[in-house]
C-alpha cells in the first residue's frame, strides 16, 4: 500500500453485493459497509432500512491511486449496479438503496462528474443516470455481521442469486485488475 492511501464512498444498492466486488480489486486496501448520506447519527441497520434516517447503504473503500486510480474504481462501480433506477437496485427497494458517489475532495467531484458525462454520452443504458454527487459527510460502519457478508454467507440465496453474478461479471470484465 502506499503512502498516499485515498477514500471514496459509494452507494449502490445492497452493500453486500459493492463490497463483495470491490474486495477483488488490486489497489483496494480496505472495504467496510456502511451507512453515508443521512441526517441521524449512528443509525442501525433497522432505522436505515425503515428508510427515514436519509442513509444509504454505502461502502467506504481504502485504495491506493497509484495501483487503481478513483476514475477505475468508478469504472467497476457504474459496472456493479444500474445507476438508472431511482432509490431502486433490483428489488431492493427505497432511499437506502440509491445510487451516490460521496466526493471527499473537488478532484473526487470532477472525476465523478466527469465519468458520469462519458458513460452518459455513451448510451450504455436507455434511462438517464441518476447518481447523486454529494460532498462526504459521515461514514457509519454497519454491524459486524454486515462486513464481508458474501464472503461468509456465500451459500445464502441471496448471495448465489444476487451477489454471485455481480462479482462473476466483475470478475470477467475486470480480469486483469483483480488480486488473484
Known sequence: MGKQAEIATLAGGCFWCL???????????T???GYSGGHVQSPSYAQVCNGDTGHA?????TFDPQVLSFKDLLTVFFTAHDPTTLNRQGNDVGTQYRSAIFYHNEEQKEIAEGVIQEIGAE??????????VKPFDQFYIAEDYHQEYFQNNSFQPYCRIVIAPKVARIRRKFADRLKK
Open 31 to 33: 472495504v467496510e459497509s
Open 123 to 132: 448510451k450504455i443504458w436507455d434511462d438517464p443516470i441518476v447518481t447523486e
Open 19 to 29: 463490497e463483495a466486488v470491490f474486495d477483488e480489486l488490486k489497489g483496494v486496501e
Open 57 to 61: 447503504e454505502s461502502v467506504q473503500i
